[in-house]
């Protein structure tokens, strides 16, 4: 075989082995049992110790030194490329590092759990500490004696830096500030009340998933502490949670991680497990979740069929019509959880997250000092006190798993999905018309054709690029929001 034959066997072998971790980690969030903690950290660390070995293999290096890319088309280009990036980033943590990363991580995301339904911030302390310790050490090890955050945030968007998330968000923060003090100022839609019935939540779920294009068949939804996406190519799970008294948070998380999940179900099979078959970052990953969820779940017209089908499911729940249900959907409202916040509140909510995990990572906060830095952040920009740490600085699974860098690719997937949106409805004109009766398949067929598709064939901007026909901006996002909750508001 040739050099990037070679190259190309060696890395599906350790993509398929990068997904059998994954699905360790899928148990571990859905259905393992608690007592077994300890022992899948001791697998979870045996598995990365096995992935490391190989993405650092000298191997790797010689035959990636031995090809010439422009022999290889597009494809081949591309795959090189995401090779040899790994091999570059993994090769410059050491492998007892990495280990201990992936041990601690799986005993942090168990300890986070009990201590979030605890309401027990001490307890997490601890841990925290750890974690935070050991991906300051693999971010200076990345920087190479350069910005530590911004090693991290490379992670999740290829060629992005705190300081240009700080100057989007610098951009997006006064208009958003702006847009909720008018809608909270104003007269409030009607508020969703009563009981709704988790199993009844749950076949409306299923229904939505499919509405969207979620392939059950390669696919499965089951419930976590925290709705996520896992897996890639024929094997991508989702879970989502349910509220007996907001069944929006569950239809809503559940088309999110639709969102994520029909990214990697509708990559091109020739992608399948290698390099380019998963999608390209996180940023472009939440553009799709974010579509999915807001500009096409929240929209006037398919919450106007989500009315429907949750009438026929649960009755009369006191809201009227369709045109009030969606003012309901849309409902700008005081609240402590992202997951739960509107489109106008809910990048506030990421901003926090950024400027308080930067200073983790930079040195400038010490983990001891999280609960009263988040309480008081949180104080300044939403106008109330935190109530409870569950509400507060234990809401979310991230920190426990160590994923610092990942909270700004949320609203830069807001900013990339405000670009495709505005280039969906000029290709789709009568958009509108078919999501009133469910049906997604334009939207989601030209997501698919335009982007889904490619995988991490391009780069994160180019393939936004592409798809949208213009240079990222967060100005479509916003006006879409402001006219939007104008519109919702009558301002």
Not at 4 to 28: I, K, P
Not at 60 to 77: F, H, R, S
Not at 164 to 189: I, N
Request: aromatic share 10%; glycine share 8%; with cysteine.
């Amino acid at each position: 075989m040739s050099n990037f034959e070679n190259l190309m066997s060696y890395a599906r072998d350790t993509a398929a082995l990068g997904q059998v971790a994954g699905r360790l980690g899928w148990d571990q969030e859905t259905v393992m049992p608690r007592g077994a903690t300890d022992q899948r950290a001791e697998e979870m660390a045996a598995m990365e110790k096995v992935l490391h070995a190989r993405r650092t293999d000298p191997k790797v290096g010689e035959w990636l030194a031995a090809i010439d890319p422009a022999t290889l088309d597009e494809v081949g280009q591309a795959q090189v490329r995401e090779i040899s990036r790994a091999f570059d980033r993994a090769s410059k943590v050491p492998a007892d590092l990495a280990v201990e990363i992936a041990k601690v991580t799986s005993k942090a995301q168990g300890q986070w759990a009990q201590a979030r339904a605890d309401e027990d911030v001490a307890a997490f302390l601890p841990v925290l500490e750890q974690v935070v310790a050991l991906k300051r050490r693999e971010g200076e090890a990345l920087a190479a004696g350069g910005n530590v955050y911004d090693a991290m945030v490379d992670d999740y968007e290829q060629n992005m830096t705190g300081g240009e998330l700080a100057a989007m968000f610098d951009t997006m923060r006064p208009r958003l500030v702006a847009l909720r003090e008018a809608a909270l100022a104003a007269e409030a839609p009607q508020k969703l009340s009563g009981h709704f019935d988790a199993a009844k939540q749950m076949q409306l779920t299923e229904k939505l998933a499919l509405a969207f294009g979620y392939n059950l068949t390669h696919g499965r939804i089951d419930k976590a502490v925290h709705p996520f996406s896992s897996g890639s190519g024929h094997d991508v799970r989702i879970t989502t949670r349910t509220n007996e008294l907001d069944p929006f948070n569950c239809f809503y998380s559940t088309i999110h991680e639709v969102g994520h999940a029909c990214y990697e179900q509708n990559i091109d099979d020739a992608y399948l497990l290698t390099p380019i078959g998963g999608g390209v970052s996180m940023g472009v990953h939440e553009s799709q979740s974010r579509i999915y969820e807001n500009q096409l779940g929240r929209s006037a017209a398919f919450s106007g069929w989500v009315y429907s089908q949750m009438r026929d499911v649960f009755g009369d729940f006191g809201i009227a019509s369709a045109e009030e249900f969606y003012r309901t959907v849309n409902r700008v409202s005081d609240g402590y959880i992202r997951t739960e916040a509107d489109e106008v509140q809910y990048n506030l909510h990421v901003m926090l997250r950024f400027d308080l995990e930067r200073a983790l990572m930079l040195g400038d906060l010490s983990v001891n000092d999280l609960e009263a830095a988040w309480n008081d952040r949180f104080k300044a920009d939403f106008g109330y006190a935190v109530d409870k740490p569950s509400n507060g600085c234990l809401q979310d699974v991230h920190w426990s798993v160590g994923l610092f860098g990942y909270f700004p690719t949320y609203s830069l997937g807001n900013v990339y999905a405000g670009c495709l949106h505005q280039a969906l409805r000029q290709a789709v004109p009568d958009l509108d018309a078919q999501l009133a009766v469910g049906d997604t398949a334009a939207a989601t067929g030209w997501l698919q054709e335009t982007l889904q598709r490619h995988g991490s064939l391009y780069a994160p901007r180019d393939v936004v690029r592409r798809a949208s026909g213009m240079e990222p901006s967060a100005e479509p996002l916003l006006e879409y929001l402001e006219a939007k909750f104008k519109g919702i508001y009558g301002l």
